[in-house]
Every structure is written in C-alpha cells, then in structure tokens.
C-alpha cells in the first residue's frame, strides 16, 4: 500500500467509523455465541421480535420469541427502574423446567410453574442469554440444555 | 495536501479500528488461541478484529442486521475451522475473506429480492449517516462522508474495503465489484484521485 495513501485512508476510516459505527456490543455477542458452541446445547433461533408500549411504566417493553425443534420461548422485557430490566417468559409447551439467566454478573436461576411462566425481577441491563435446562419431573424431557442467542437487555 | 488537512483537524476521536498493527496482531492472538488452548487471547482476536469486519461487511450494503449476522457467522466459522487453517500469519485475510464472501452472498441474495424496489436498496448502501445510530459528526467528517457519497458505489465499496481489509485479494474483489483483476490497483487509484479531487476544490474543506 503506498503511504502517500495513508493519511487520506485514515481520515476515511474515522469517518466511516464515526458515520456507521460497529455496534458497541457486538463483539461480545459474538463471544457468548462462540462459548455456546463449544457446550453440548441446542441454539434456539430469533423467531420474532416485537416492541410495543410497557404495561408497567412510559418506557418501551420489547417481546422476543424463541424457537428450537423441542421448545419455544416468549420473553417479554420491560423496564425496572435505572438500568434494571424485568423479564417475563414462558415456554411452550408449557413445562416447569428450569431457566437460568446468563449475564456478566453472573448466572440467575428460576423455575417455571406448571404453565411454563417464569419471571426473573430484577435484571441489570446487558447482554444475556437464557438457558432451558433439562429438569427432572418436568411434563417435558429435554435431552439437552436449549439456549437463546445473546441478546441485549 | 488534501491529506494533511484531513489528519490535522477536529481533533482526533478515538478511533475503534487501528489498522496497523491489527493484522499481525490478530496472527499472534489466534496462534495462542487455537495452539495454546488460551481463551483470553480468542476474546482478544474477536474484540480487536470486529469492528474491522463490521466496515468491511458493511461496504457490501448490508443492513445493520444483516451486517451482524455475517460477523457472527464469520467467528462461527473461523472457530469451525480453525484446525484447518496452515498458516496462521495469514489468519487475519483468512478472517477477512470470509466475511467478504459472505457478505457477498447476502447481499446478492437481498439485491434479488429488493430488485423492484429500488428505495430499500439504496436505504442499505450507506450513502447516509446512519441516524438508528444516532451518529454526531464532526465537521470534517461530515463533510468527508457527503464528498464519498457523490463518489459512483463501486467506488464508495472499494475504498470502504481497502480501508479496513488488510491487503484484500484482488481475485475475489474483482468477482464482487464487476471488475477484471488487473483494473482493481487503478480503480483504487482512480477512486482516490476523485475523492482528492472533491476535497480540493471544498474550500469549507482546503481553509482548515
């Protein structure tokens, strides 16, 4: 590459990466999906992806459906004060497996009633994803864990 | 110099994407991943090279979407074939090429589909600050931004490649732009001629 070039390629390249930006968490996504391939787990794929006005408050909750050949998962986002989120789910068929919520902070763990609703309250907003772990009892037997794409919160 | 202009002023922001030592850095960081089971050094490659990948998909017209799929898929690939990859100084190309073919591949098939309607295709090029990112640019750089939107596409492609990819093959950008191999090298140079050009004759651009 001349270097005569660089001074100009430079200034194109600040400029491109001021005007259209990489998205700030992308890399990270991209991480967390690497981690699941490495696990023995079914990846759900984004089936849906709704927004619409909060039932709980001015800001704007989002609905994301999931989908995998043995589960979908509805999960609905909605604020919980500064930079919290509650997240609402269910699963279908409706079973009372195990959910955990994975985050930077750590890994939350909930189980679904018999309908399949589970709630995690209180949630710090990032990117997470979610695991459907094979759960003994349950009226739906999971061979394996099924888990969400990251998605940010 | 239109160049030195262009380095000078507005203050430097920082920049995401230091294209000089990326390259062999990512060599380095992949060696240790894939050869000395060091996963710090693959969170390293990833967080380095993403934005990279991110304009060089981007230059294909993709959505933002689209755009984060084909970087998704591109680590998804370089982890499924990694054991395959024999020279891993060129990891970074290897990395790159992938993504420009996918991105490609996307982008064809979208142009398929969008055929008809002409408006979507052109909302994907880029030919506007994307405002869904709620950008605030600088006066050069804005001024930059709307002297490379009158550039023709092939242009505002090429220079968007070259400026991110580390050394791109001619080969397959020649498949990807419509143009013989040979005519790539003054293309490029021609496309710079043109955009100096623009810039020269900006006074809001020359009085800085």
């Given amino acids: ?153 | 110099m239109t160049a030195h202009a262009a380095d000078g002023s507005g203050g430097p922001r920082s920049v995401t994407v230091d294209s000089r030592s990326i390259w062999s850095d990512a060599a380095t960081s992949f060696t240790a991943w894939r050869d000395d089971d060091d996963a710090a050094a693959l969170e390293r490659l990833v967080r380095r090279l993403t934005p990279c990948l991110w304009h060089i998909v981007r230059a294909y017209g993709l959505s933002r979407p689209q755009a984060e799929d084909v970087v998704q898929t591109t680590w998804l690939a370089l982890m499924h074939k990694a054991a395959t990859i024999n020279d891993p100084q060129a990891v970074g190309k290897w990395i790159s090429t992938v993504a420009r073919r996918e991105a490609w591949r996307v982008s064809s098939d979208a142009r398929r589909e969008t055929e008809l309607e002409p408006a979507t295709a052109e909302a994907h090029t880029g030919a506007v600050p994307d405002t869904a990112a709620q950008v605030v640019l600088q006066d050069a750089e804005r001024r930059l931004w709307e002297h490379v939107g009158e550039l023709p596409e092939r242009c505002r492609r090429l220079l968007r490649v070259i400026a991110f990819d580390d050394r791109p093959d001619y080969a397959s950008l020649s498949t990807q732009l419509g143009l013989p191999v040979g005519a790539i090298g003054p293309t490029r140079g021609r496309c710079l001629a043109k955009l100096r050009h623009r810039l020269d004759a900006d006074p809001r651009w020359s009085d800085r």
């Fill in chain 1, 1 to 153: 590459m001349m270097s005569h070039d660089e001074p100009l390629l430079d200034a194109l390249r600040s400029m491109w990466d001021a005007a259209d930006p990489s998205p700030p968490d992308l890399a990270t996504r991209a991480l967390f999906r690497l981690a699941l391939e490495d696990l023995d787990v079914e990846v759900m794929a984004l089936q849906a992806e709704l927004s619409g006005a909060g039932a709980r408050g001015p800001e704007l909750a989002s609905t994301i459906i999931f989908e995998s050949q043995s589960l979908a998962l509805t999960i609905m986002i909605s604020a919980a004060g500064r930079s919290r989120r509650r997240l609402d789910g269910w699963i279908t068929p409706s079973a009372a497996l195990v959910v955990r919520l994975h985050a930077a902070g750590g890994i939350l763990e909930e189980t679904a009633d018999d309908d399949g609703r589970f709630a995690f309250a209180d949630v710090a907003e990032g990117v997470v994803h979610l695991t459907v772990e094979p759960t003994g009892g349950a009226a739906l037997h999971l061979a394996r864990q099924v888990a969400t794409p990251p998605i940010t919160i």
